[in-house]
Antibody, heavy 117, light 110 residues
């Protein structure tokens, strides 16, 4: 069974930083593009970033460019999201997702990030 | 950026009825349209990709159709477990352009 488990969320002040992690089991992440998607409270889904299998291509939502960095460690079967200069509108549940070629085939359970003073 | 508009925002139906959900794109996405289901407190679950291809485990009562800018998710004979929020998602400019999602349609019990 494929499992993606996120961690690292929490409460942070505006301007602060957090690093989210996503560890996979039951699947080898190195074969897949990976993605972070977020969902603000009572809102819809928003793509945040994606990363190629070898980590050499990354793409970002315009509003997080320059502040967020997606990375991966295939040896640890994990991906990460470094979030700096956090703002109130970054408050959301962040999901780690596996891109299966046509859609986001697998999702983690999410980790909650709250940006507030 | 491709904007996806879902309608209606809420659909009130009874078990056994048919749900018809619409997703309209601001420009053509060919057939690169996927659907997800989300229940309260849970992560979304992938249902359909490329307009009409069901994911493994997606029941046959879920069907997708459309192309270009207009797409439909049909749920025939609603089961109690089908009451949830449904999102469409396009990938016309994947990977550099990322993904966009519609705002969601809530299918609630009438």
């Amino acid at each position: 069974e494929v499992q993606l488990v996120e961690s690292g969320g929490g409460l942070v002040q505006p301007g602060g930083s957090l690093r989210l992690s996503c560890a996979a089991s039951g699947i080898t992440l190195s074969q897949f593009w990976m993605t972070w998607v977020r969902q603000a409270p009572e809102k819809g889904l928003e793509w945040v970033a994606n990363i190629k299998q070898d980590g050499h291509e990354t793409y970002y939502l315009d509003s997080v460019k320059g502040r967020f960095t997606i990375s991966r460690d295939n040896a640890k079967n994990s991906i990460y999201l470094q979030m700096n200069s956090l703002r109130g509108d970054d408050t959301a549940v962040y999901y780690c997702c596996l891109w299966g070629g046509g859609a986001l085939d697998h999702w983690g359970q999410g980790t909650r990030v709250t940006v507030s003073s | 950026e491709v904007v996806l508009t879902q309608s209606p925002a809420t659909l009130s139906l009874s078990p056994g009825e048919t749900a018809t959900l619409s997703c309209r794109a601001s420009q053509s996405v060919n057939r690169y349209l996927a659907w997800y289901q989300q229940k309260p407190g849970q992560a979304p679950r992938f249902l359909i990709y490329d307009t009409s291809v069901r994911a493994a485990g997606t029941p046959a009562r879920f069907s997708g159709s459309g192309s270009g800018t207009d797409f439909t998710l049909t749920i025939s004979s609603l089961e109690p477990e089908d009451f949830a929020v449904y999102y469409c998602q396009q990938r016309i400019r994947w990977p550099p352009g990322g993904l966009t999602f519609g705002g969601g349609t809530k299918v609630e019990i009438k």
